[in-house]
């Protein structure tokens, strides 16, 4: 059981160009996150997914695409990187259970981006 | 948006009892409380949640008063190994609220 898994860890982009992030998960989980830490701050939520085939908009979704076209993955595209999108990305996950409150996120270990 | 004020850092020596408080002002009915500690280079890891009055398990213990606009993570006899960040956030049914976090610093 590998929990919540990223890919890539690294990456380095020129401004302009597009990269897709991976995040797996493992634990059949029905919603999951991408969230973005910046230097300093908390994590602040891009998009989210309560199932597969739904997405949602989080706290700062410009610039950035999500999907979920299997249960297990979600992935998070930038269409032309800008370097104001140079950040930590974090995927998370979390069941679904009963009202939902009792329900911990998972989080995975995280993408650096740079946008040079 | 339900977002939470707390310390910037605290500093403590090992063995020593930490307590971080919270402000959520704008919480809603609905919403819990909830704590997460985040390593560097690493996501955030659960601590400990509630609704309201105290909650406590193997790691912390969580006070939350009856009106709710405020919360107090209790560590109890801290090790170097609890230096880290601390988050308090508001968990809404769909996502979580992450406010700035306080750096806690445990000295030897």
């Known amino acids: 059981n590998a929990g919540v898994t990223q890919t890539p860890k690294f990456r380095v982009l020129k401004t302009g160009q597009s990269m897709t992030l991976l995040c797996a998960q493992d634990m059949n989980h029905e919603y999951m996150y991408w969230y973005r830490q910046d230097p300093g701050m908390g994590l602040r939520l891009i998009h989210y997914s309560v199932g597969e085939g739904t997405t949602a908009k989080g706290e700062v979704p410009d610039g950035y695409n999500v999907s979920r076209l299997k249960k297990q993955n979600f992935l998070l595209g930038l269409e032309s990187a800008a370097p104001s999108q140079t950040s930590v990305y974090f995927c998370?996950?979390?069941?679904?259970?009963?009202?939902?409150?009792?329900?911990?996120?998972?989080f995975g270990p995280g993408t650096r981006l740079l946008v040079l | 948006l339900a977002k939470t004020t707390q310390p910037i850092s605290m500093d403590s020596y090992e063995g020593q009892e930490v307590n971080i408080t919270c402000s959520h002002n704008n919480i809603a009915t609905n919403d819990y409380i909830t704590w997460y500690q985040q390593f560097p280079s690493q996501g955030p890891r659960f601590i400990i949640q509630?609704?309201?009055t105290k909650v406590t398990n193997e790691v912390a213990s969580l006070f939350i008063p009856a009106d709710r606009k405020s919360s107090t993570l209790s560590l109890p006899r801290v090790s170097l190994s609890d230096t880290a960040v601390y988050y308090c956030?508001?968990?809404?049914?769909?996502?979580?609220?992450f406010g700035t976090g306080t750096r806690l610093q445990v000295f030897p």
């Open positions: 998370a996950s979390r069941r679904l259970a009963g009202a939902g409150w009792e329900e911990t996120q998972y």
């Open positions: 956030l508001v968990k809404k049914p769909d996502k979580l609220i």
């Open positions: 509630g609704y309201k």
